[in-house]
């Protein structure tokens, strides 16, 4: 919990924000830091830990499919693959250089994610 979290308050009802009031020893070192309903001032008990918070999101994401009547989707995977089409990346020709990648057949300067009809498997 910190200042300005949303919360709906257990004692007032309303959707308020946290309050936060750090409480100090003698030495001036932090004792405690105590939250309050910035409404009502009711003092707001930190419930969820970080653990609790992840079941949360993924009920919430758990609801939400459920919601669109499909099923929780797989994450989609974004690394290239030998089978992704033909990216200079996975040609034959491609000569990889920290500065300017090059195509060994015409010698232009090119990205790993360009495509040309000289594809050539390696
Ligand atoms: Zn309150």
């Keep these: 919990m910190r200042a300005g979290e949303k919360i709906a308050c257990p004692r ?11 409480i100090f020893d003698d030495d001036f070192a932090l004792k405690e830091v ?7 001032g009711a003092e707001v008990q930190e419930k969820t830990s970080d653990h609790q918070k992840n079941t949360a999101a993924e009920q919430a994401s758990k609801r939400l499919s459920e919601l669109l009547g499909g099923e929780t989707v797989a994450k989609v995977r974004l690394k290239p693959e030998a089978d992704d089409g033909h990216f200079c990346l996975h040609c034959k020709n ?9 195509c060994a057949l015409s010698m232009r300067e090119i990205e790993a994610t360009d495509s040309c009809t000289e594809f050539e498997t390696p």
């Design 12 to 22: 007032c009802g309303e959707r308020s924000v946290v309050k936060e009031k750090k």
């Design 34 to 40: 105590k939250y309050y309903c910035a409404l009502c």
């Design 94 to 102: 491609y000569v990889k250089h920290p500065f300017a990648s090059r």
